[in-house]
């Protein structure tokens, strides 16, 4: 059987990344190990701490920041999360100053929002049905 451990997306400004995501979004830190001039940096949603990390990783590959404006160029967000109440979240998130490039919208079955995370991205919320 094959399940995700570890997925990425690409920042900026992993120290900028990890105030956003654990501030505004909510995520814990799991790892943050020196590798060079990076670092190994992975999230955990509190209500799975031993779940899915997320790896804030690095853009400096050319390709990785051509990915990155391509995606936010078109719209397209780089990762998808899932939230109980969109509305509640879009309010708190707000509220922290978090912009927001769609309201909640229903897309049937599910509602979606789309924020701009601050280091090159554009991050979906879903509400699941």
């Known amino acids: 059987m094959i399940s995700i451990h570890v997925t990425s997306v690409f ?7 990890l105030t956003f995501y654990t501030d505004k979004l909510g995520f ?5 190990i020196p590798m060079g001039p990076a670092r ?6 509190p209500a799975a701490r031993d779940g899915v990390e997320l790896l804030l990783e690095p ?18 967000p780089a990762a998808s999360f ?13 509220g922290l100053g978090v912009k927001f490039t769609q309201p909640p919208t229903l897309m049937e079955p599910f509602t979606t929002a789309v924020l ?10 879903t509400q699941l049905p």
């Open 28 to 32: 814990e830190k799991k790892n943050d």
């Open 116 to 125: 701009d995370d601050t280091c090159g991205n554009l991050i979906q919320l």
């Open 40 to 45: 190994w940096l992975t999230l955990v949603s």
């Open 82 to 94: 899932s939230v109980d109440d969109i509305h509640a979240e879009h309010t708190r998130l707000t």
């Open 11 to 17: 920042v900026d400004d992993q120290s900028r990344a």
């Open 59 to 76: 853009d400096t590959h050319p390709v990785a920041k051509q990915y990155k404006e391509g995606l936010m160029a078109d719209g397209v």
